[in-house]
């Protein structure tokens, strides 16, 4: 799960602008911790998933955005 996260998570950053970037950052800091007070694995590897899914969501959701920015000009 780790490293399907941190794949998205890099392939997020990039399309953002910088103050969504900085809101990310801050966003993603507070998740590691709620994630290492998480116990149990079964219970960690579902706030892993949780996180996976939000972040696909929110890369198709900008990437949208982004192509229909393109398609305006």
Known sequence: ???????????????????????????????????DATKGSDAKEKVVQDRIGELSDRVARKVTELNSQQGGE
């Open 1 to 35: 799960g780790d490293r399907q996260l941190n794949r998205i998570y890099r392939s997020l950053i990039p399309i953002l602008q910088p103050a969504e970037r900085e809101g990310l950052i801050k966003e993603e800091r507070a998740w590691i911790l709620q994630r």
